[in-house]
């Protein structure tokens, strides 16, 4: 409801509260106080104080020095000639003065002010696009309150052809003065604007000089434009500052200052520039074919359109300005840093033209300016890495002009990783550890199922880590990413389900996870179904048996937290055990079990194979204690690396492959089977009363072809464990030694400078093969009683025996010794001191050497036993002094040179 009060033409004092009013009254001085509302009041002559808060209010003056102030709104004042003080709160407030020297103070708003014919207005306004009609009163003063506005003064406003009074901007942000009247002239009084505007349609005179820059010192004042025959006298600006003139249609005229001034021409202008002093530069819009240039006297014409634009003092004429070139996006968490994903390019040229764009002294590619003046260009096949690209344009006139970008070009995302860490299973330990790499020195994020619960960073080597808090049992998807500078993002995701106390069972794992956790505590007595999944498992802890039952990839990395046995049935995967304790594995083929924990590791295997081979056992990472192995099985085994002594026990066929991660000493123990080594460091083989075993130095994979693997140099012992069963030793090309102990040993090829020791009461025979050539020597120890026998019969190598003080050659563990020679030379060395009865058959013979020393005594018993047909050499001995050699019986075969010779 509106309330109406008439005050009459006496002098009245109201005070009003919030509400809607409407007042009026004829002559008379009245003071009005209202409250918030929609207020209306017309009042006659008179000196009338009005005091309104807020509310969109409507206010009507008659003659008289009034004081009017309104609070936030779209108010409307009108006061007839006076002085008058009007301050209006923020709103788009519309306020028309008379005659008068008034005084208007705006808050924020499109404010519209008519100033009448006052002697002495004073105008301030707040922010916003602000109108000013100005009478014909001199000395008046408009302010604006901050940067940023924009003042506009109306035509026919000032009703005459200049500005008397003071226009002035503040604000670090320079001000906008539009003058859209013709005939406005002598206008030295404006200041503190960056930006002027003579609006087409009227001849307006805008002079500058240095005051015009108080504001904003230094700053280049904008003529946003000049026509209808404006003039822009700029000639009392100094060097300091700087003007930019757009001239428009119209015989405009343009005087430069002393600094570095710019002067953009239009199509149809016929404007006149002088740039004055200092380095100026004129820039036409139109197409250079659109300009003929001609200089007379020192005057340049430049005619275009049909019109004629004269320049004096003009040192460089451009056309369209200067080719420019930027990056389209610069990606990433700085779009000024010149680090992005994206070589995507633009800039602008003249229109139509081509632009060369080219690296170092490589042209990369060309593109065509559109009718705008703008081009665009991605060039292809640039690596990541730092580039500076240059796009150059020569356009009609010959000038060429260039410009530079330089950026660095990441395309790649960084590379993370995540994996487990170690994790102790101890019951206090609620926490999940990740442990990972990225981008050196680089913020990694850890995120919980999608959300952000920690950065960490990455060190000096890309390695990073991070705990998380106590959880409570659940599935959690923890993803590490990094981002880098170009916005690329690396990121890897591990899945973990935590259980401290485990006794369900878990089936149909997601297979898009990269690992399935299971925090497995003491107490548990967890049951793991796998069939169905075909990701990794990974299991800590543990204090009751662990039975996994897997159709897929199986991870286990128990440490301490795992104390008791844990059972896996495989159906043919592979395993990673890190454990301290007892393992027991069955299953099919294909599985493969790997002691690879960070620290000590001296837990029990037992491999229960099921007549399938259990392919490979790989102890690489163990370290410091004896892992024990059994297997239980009838099947194959592989055995690589390892780093301490490893007891193996089977009934089955054994292979052992170690390489090069074996580096201390491999003990087997075998109860008869066939054994493969192909190591470089240490082997003792015991054998036992289960059959024959055989070892073959087979290089570095798991078949044995003779000849064709490289040396080893490691040295196989068949230790005196008493057994009564029989090995192969097959050395092919090995130069690697055998020591022989208790057992019936056949040695088959080996490599010259081979050494095979005969060291207890076993049996030897060298059963030489093509494969070997030059001299291999066979050592027989002191006190060993064992036999040797040598087949050398197929090939024509020489082999030395030697015996050591005290040693004797007896057949079978108690007869004669025996001495078969071959087709080659052959040489017996009898060391000083040495009494034997050495049995000779020398029917496969060629030349036999005996070397007798000084003090040996040696009583041959030379044989024929073999009527074999093989052509034979002789008997030749070669005695130091005090050395002697008794035969006791001499027949030479048939087919063999005659008689002994004694040199």
């Known amino acids: 409801m509106v309330t109406a009060i008439d005050l009459g033409s006496t002098n009245n004092t109201l005070t009003l509260g919030d509400a809607d009013y ?19 009041v017309t009042l006659g002559n008179g000196n009338n104080t009005l005091t309104l808060a807020n509310g969109p209010d409507q206010i009507v003056l008659g003659v008289g020095n009034n004081t009017v102030t309104t609070g936030s709104g779209t108010d409307s004042i009108t006061a007839t000639d006076g002085n008058n003080t009007i301050t209006v709160g923020d709103g788009n407030d519309s306020v028309v003065l008379g005659n008068g020297s008034d005084s208007v103070t705006s808050g924020n708003g499109n404010s519209v ?52 009074g003071n226009l002035s901007g503040t604000g670090v942000v320079p001000n906008t003065l539009v003058l859209t009247t013709a005939g406005i002239a002598n206008a030295a009084n404006v200041s503190g604007f960056g930006v002027y505007n003579l609006a087409p349609g009227g001849a307006t005179t805008l002079g500058l000089t240095d005051a015009n820059f108080t504001r904003v010192p230094g700053a280049s004042i904008k003529v946003v434009e000049a026509s209808g025959g404006s003039t822009v006298d700029a000639s009392a600006v100094s060097a300091a500052n700087s003007v930019s003139v757009y001239l428009g249609v119209g015989a405009n005229i343009a005087n430069g200052g002393a600094g ?44 275009g359109n049909g019109e004629n634009d004269t320049l004096t003092s003009i ?25 992005t994903t994206s070589d995507a390019l633009n800039g602008t040229a003249e229109a139509g033209s081509i632009v060369s764009i080219s690296e170092g002294n490589l042209v990369i590619g060309t593109t065509t300016a559109d009718a705008n003046g703008v081009w665009a260009f991605t060039p292809t096949g640039l690596a990541d890495g730092n580039h500076t690209v240059t796009a150059a344009e020569t356009n009609q006139a010959g000038i060429t002009s260039s410009a530079s970008v330089a950026f660095t070009l990441l395309t790649a995302a960084p590379v993370v990783t995540a994996m487990l860490g170690v994790h102790d299973g101890a019951v206090s330990s609620d926490d999940i550890i990740l442990t990972g790499t990225a981008q050196s020195n680089g913020a990694v994020t850890i995120e919980n199922g999608g959300t952000a619960i920690a950065t960490v960073t990455a060190d000096a080597n890309g390695n990073w880590n991070y705990t998380t808090g106590a959880l409570a049992d659940g599935t959690y998807a923890l993803t590490a990413s990094q981002t880098d500078a170009a916005g690329n993002t690396g990121a890897a995701t591990v899945a973990v389900t935590l259980d401290h106390i485990y006794t369900g069972n878990v089936n149909d794992i997601d297979d898009t996870s990269t690992v399935f956790v299971v925090l497995d505590k003491p107490g548990s007595t967890a049951n793991i179904d796998l069939t169905n999944n075909a990701q990794p498992v990974t299991v800590f802890g543990g204090g009751a048996d662990l039975n996994l039952t897997a159709g897929n990839a199986l991870v286990i990395m128990n440490g301490p937290g795992q104390t008791n046995a844990a059972t896996i049935h495989s159906l043919g995967n592979d395993f990673v055990w890190g454990g301290q304790s007892t393992i027991d594995v069955d299953g099919v083929s294909g599985n493969r079990m790997v002691l690879s924990g960070t620290g000590p590791t001296s837990g029990t295997l037992n491999l229960n194979t099921a007549g399938s081979a259990f392919n490979l056992i790989d ?14 099985g009838s099947s194959a085994t592989e055995i690589f690396g390892g780093s301490s002594d490893i007891a193996f026990t089977g009934s089955n066929s054994l292979i052992i492959v170690n390489g090069a991660g074996q580096t201390g000493n491999l003990t087997v123990q075998s109860t008869g089977g066939n054994t493969v080594w192909t190591g470089s460091s240490a082997v003792t083989f015991n054998e036992g009363t289960g059959g024959s075993d055989t070892v073959v130095l087979a290089g570095s994979g798991t078949t044995v072809v003779h000849g064709t693997f490289a040396p080893s140099t490691g040295t196989t012992t068949i230790a005196d464990d008493g057994g009564t069963g029989r090995f192969e030793y097959d050395g092919g090309t090995k ?96 060391a000083a001191s040495v009494n034997t009865l050495v049995n000779i058959d020398g029917s496969k013979s060629g030349a036999v050497n005996i070397m007798g020393y000084t003090g040996s005594n040696a009583t041959l018993n030379v044989t024929n ?36 010779h004694i040199g």
């Open 22 to 40: 409407n007042v009026t009254g004829t002559d008379g001085s009245n003071t009005l106080t209202l409250g918030n509302g929609t207020d209306t």
């Open 113 to 164: 002010i008519t100033a009448g014919n006052g002697i002495n207005d004073n105008i301030t306004v707040g922010t916003g696009s602000n109108t000013l009609f100005l009478g014909t009163g001199t000395g008046g003063v408009v302010n604006t309150q901050s940067g940023g506005n924009t003042l506009s003064i109306a035509a026919g406003s000032l009703g005459g052809d200049s500005i008397l």
């Open 260 to 303: 570095a001034d710019f002067f953009y021409g239009a199509p149809g202008d016929q404007s006149v520039v002088n740039g004055g002093a200092g380095y100026d530069s004129m820039i036409f819009s139109a197409p250079r074919s659109d300009y003929t240039i001609t200089t007379t006297d020192g005057v340049i014409t430049v005619v």
């Open 315 to 339: 040192e460089n004429i451009l056309f369209n300005g200067n080719v420019t070139t930027a990056l389209t996006s610069d990606t990433g968490t700085s779009n000024t840093d010149g680090i």
């Open 619 to 632: 102890v690489g990472g163990t370290t410091g204690t004896t892992e024990t192995i059994n297997n239980l």
């Open 735 to 830: 130069a690697a030694s055998i020591s022989i102990g208790q057992e019936q040993a056949t040695v088959f090829g080996g490599t010259a400078g081979q050494t095979v020791n005969l060291n207890g009461n076993g049996s030897l025979i060298m059963a030489n093969s093509d494969t070997v050539s030059g001299l291999q020597t066979v050592v027989v120890a002191p006190g060993s009683t064992g036999s040797l026998e040598f087949w050398g019969g197929y090939a024509s190598n020489d082999t030395a025996i030697t015996l050591g003080a005290g040693g004797a050659f007896v057949q079978a563990g108690g007869g004669n010794d025996t001495l078969t020679g071959g087709s080659g030379n052959f040489s017996l060395d009898l």
């Open 865 to 900: 036993v073999d009527s074999q047909a093989v052509v034979g050499g002789s008997l030749v001995m070669h005695l130091h002094d005090g050395s002697s050699v008794t035969f006791q019986s001499y027949v030479p075969n048939a087919n063999q040179a005659s008689g002994a």
